[in-house]
């Protein structure tokens, strides 16, 4: 996959929401009003003014309010970009989020754009019900069914992975909820002692406790598999610029983004995925995983993320250390934005200079991006 490491990709701002539990207190919100508030705050933070954004890209899968087909362009205006800037918003399912930040760093690198808008949302709550093959009539006696649109096309494939993977690597039902609850000490630390806060924006409410974690449990045929990511609303936003743009507009970087990779893996252990991005991101950017300094992988399931560990060889001391997507919630859209910007921060925090981000992705694929504290 095509990568110009010669052209400097530098992220000058990363912003999150919170994330809200499905049905919670960000339910109201549709998936644009909450990519609005994290790219406010990433304009806000970087110092970027939105007359020299030169692009806007946004991650969404679901689509689940009337406007969210048009999300990066809606964000885009209700920020001040100017009207001839042109939005695209991304779909590749929950690996979007690092999508958009791709896109931008291609557009960078080709010499399309200097200053991209990027970033990733969700409205999980807002998912609307469905009912299948009636518009054109119905037999008398057929049972019509209806299925939550945010979970109908889901449910069965993390079933079948969740099993496929767990066989594979051998992990118990004993080991699982052991890393389930060992997640959410980390969310904790981090709203009880600051370092959240560099890359939290303030909207409504932000829960001053972290409530133990729900074992969610797929039964297959004699199988039982705990620890499911959240359900959730939310939204993060970065702002990526050339090395030119630095310069021109006296900005401050955070961090460079070194290479990525996207692949394909087996559609059965799909959650495997991570493990051929990171393998090939970090081969391209001539670094291996000892020299990175943290490593975060989306948290689709507990088996999921402890397979990933295990092939990769992964330091647990590096590994998620603000807690994962099995405690802070997942918001299809917006994962892939939100860990790029917790690495970002951390990274700085901790006084690091590599990191590697990855995540899964329906259908059997892998998304992973290395990035370098500047």
Known sequence: MFFCPTAGVFIVAAKRTPFGTYGGVLKDHSATDLAEHAAKAALAAGAVAPEIVNSVIMGNVLQTSADAPYIARHVGLRCGVPIPVPALTVNRLCGSGFQSIINGA?????????????????????????VRNIRFGTKFGFDL???????????PP?????????????????????????????????FHTGPIWSVLLLFHRVPSTVKHPRLTQFFLPSQSLPGLQGVSDGAAALVITSEEALKEHKLTPLARVVAYHVSGCDPSIMGIGPVPAVTEAL?????????????????????QYLAVAKALG????????????IAIGH????????????????????????AVGSACIGGGQGIAIVLEKC
């Not at 808008?117 to 469905?130: K, V």
């Not at 069914?145 to 449910?155: I, M, N, T």
């Not at 918001?331 to 200079?353: D, F, N, Q, W, Y």
């Open 145 to 155: 069914k209806v299925s939550l649109f945010s979970c109908e096309h889901y449910r």
């Open 331 to 354: 918001p299809l859209g917006a994962s892939g934005a939100r860990i790029t910007a917790h690495l970002v921060h951390e990274l700085r925090r901790r006084g690091g200079k590599y």
């Open 314 to 325: 992964l330091d647990p001391e590096k590994s998620n250390v603000n807690g994962g997507a």
């Open 283 to 303: 081969k391209k950017a001539g670094l291996s995983l000892s020299d990175m300094d943290l490593v975060e992988v989306n948290e689709a399931f507990a088996p």
């Open 158 to 190: 993390y079933m079948q992975t969740c099993l496929f993977v767990r066989l594979q690597t051998s992990h118990s039902t004993t080991v699982l909820p052991l890393w389930v609850f060992g997640s959410f000490p980390e969310v904790h630390y981090l």
């Open 106 to 130: 291609q557009e960078i690198c080709l010499r399309e754009s200097d200053v991209v808008l990027c970033g990733g949302s969700e409205s999980m709550s807002q998912a609307p019900y469905a």
